[in-house]
Every structure is written in structure tokens, then in C-alpha cells.
């Protein structure tokens, strides 16, 4: 069972800067692909950004220039590094890990909040 546990999430004033954390209990070399997606209030969950395990990174349009998803091997941890925020970036941030076979798996979510 993979288990992911995200952190980092807080208030923020908009232009400001957070990094999310997630650690993941398996190795990155059991993984496809990991992602972080978000869902704001009475919207549906959307794919914020993603890498590979061949480490090719993708965004959606709303945050590319802004956001940068990296990961770290040895921890078992990947990132997501948050700049300019603006209020719409405002939701519950979850983790996703997509093992080898396809299986999703997904952490509990951090709250993000982009407001002056």
C-alpha cells in the first residue's frame, strides 16, 4: 500500500510564495508518473502539474512560469514550488502516484489559501 502525506499548505497574500511537500512511503522507482492536483470550492479536482518517472514535467496554463514540480529520489519526496500566487490558485492541494501498473493513489490534500 503507498501512502502520501502533503504538507505545506497555509494563508498566503497573493504574489506570495509557498512550497508543498509530499512524501511518499514507496520508491520513486516503482511510480509512472506523480502529479499535484488541486480542487477549489464547488469546482472539480484539475491537474495542476505532473512528472514522469523519466522526469518530464508538465503544467496547466493557469500556472506555467509560476509553478515548478521537482522531486527528490533519495527522500522520496516531491515538490511543488509556488510563486506569484493569485487568488484563484486558492484550494486543497492533493498529491497523486500512479505506480507502474496504473493504480492511483492519492494523499489527504492541504489547504492553500491565496487572500490579502
Known amino acids: 500500500q503507498v501512502q502520501l502525506v502533503e504538507s505545506g499548505g497555509a494563508l498566503v497574500q497573493p504574489g506570495g510564495s509557498l512550497r508543498l511537500s509530499c512524501v511518499v512511503s514507496?520508491?520513486?522507482?516503482?511510480?509512472?508518473?506523480m502529479g499535484w492536483y488541486r480542487q477549489a470550492p464547488g469546482k472539480e479536482r484539475e491537474l495542476v502539474a505532473s512528472i514522469t518517472n523519466a522526469l518530464w514535467t508538465n503544467y496547466a496554463d493557469s500556472v506555467k512560469g509560476r509553478f515548478t514540480i521537482s522531486r527528490d529520489n533519495r527522500k522520496n519526496t516531491v515538490y511543488l514550488q509556488m510563486n506569484s500566487l493569485k487568488p484563484e490558485d486558492t484550494g486543497v492541494y492533493y498529491c497523486?502516484?500512479?505506480?507502474?501498473?496504473?493504480?492511483?493513489?492519492w494523499g489527504q490534500g492541504t489547504q492553500v489559501t491565496v487572500s490579502s
Open positions: 514507496v520508491s520513486f522507482f516503482s511510480a509512472q508518473f
Open positions: 497523486n502516484f500512479v505506480n507502474l501498473i496504473s493504480k492511483n493513489y
